[in-house]
């Protein structure tokens, strides 16, 4: 009996170490940024593990952190960055341990102390990484003034419903993974003071720029063109705030 038990035992921390392997070989599975996008935006800043965009003329002292979504590289939201910037906006968009916003959902901790010169702060993120940007945001509201969601919501542990906290949701009509009904449902846990704005003819993977996406939509429209709509969204939205 004894044997039966230590060998089902050594069967099961087999099974858990090849669980382990496997999901860590999963996560180095990242989507990169395209040639498009490094041929627009150019030399890419890095500061540790924060690919940065800084204002190189007027700076409005507002610092945005953008969490990327699951398995994405900080680089393939470039565009996005450079956009913002060129607004007046300095940017920091962090590279996560096993490329997963949920496993240091305090990352931009780091960037804001980096950054004291910064007088206001918002954070947002791309799917996965904006359920996490919205953590943090929750936690820490003497901190961060909004969050801009970009095809994401927040985690039920994350109710805005009775907070004031300025919110941007921007998703995209042919997403096929943070779908239209995703975004319906989960409405009851923003703020009052939430913004909701449809991309029409984007899909999930043009949050960012790096190409197809498993289960996502074909989009009607090019991924430069639903870069420059989410800037154009965002940069309104932050001046008013």
């Known amino acids: 009996m004894k044997r039966i038990i230590k060998k089902a035992f050594l069967v099961i921390a087999v099974l858990f170490v090849c669980a382990l392997i496997g999901f860590f070989v999963w996560t180095q599975q990242t989507y990169e940024p395209t040639k498009e996008l490094l041929s627009s935006v150019g030399d890419i800043e890095r500061e540790d593990d924060w690919v940065t965009f800084k204002p190189s003329g007027t700076n409005k002292e507002v610092g945005i952190v953008l969490y990327p979504g699951a398995k994405v590289e900080p680089e393939a939201y470039g565009y996005l960055g ?123 993977a043009q949050f960012g720029m790096y190409g197809e996406q498993k289960g996502d939509h074909p989009a009607d429209i090019s991924a430069q063109a639903q870069q420059d709509i989410i800037a154009v969204e965002m940069i309104k939205w932050l001046e008013k705030h």
Request: hydrophobic share 35%.
């Open 82 to 204: 450079k956009s913002l910037s060129e607004a007046g906006y300095t940017v920091g968009i962090p590279k996560f341990n096993l490329n997963l916003a949920m496993i240091e959902a305090n990352k931009a901790e780091e960037w804001i102390k980096q950054n004291p010169s910064i007088k206001k702060w918002f954070i947002g993120g791309h799917s996965l990484g904006g359920v996490s940007a919205a953590t943090f945001a929750d936690e820490n509201p003497d901190v961060i003034t909004g969050v801009i969601l970009l095809a994401s919501y927040p985690a039920n542990g994350d109710d805005f419903s009775k907070k004031d906290t300025p919110i941007l949701s921007i998703y995209a009509e042919k997403d096929g993974l943070t779908t239209k009904e995703k975004i319906e449902k989960t409405k009851r846990l923003l703020s009052r003071e939430t913004v909701l704005f449809e991309i029409k003819g984007g899909n999930h």
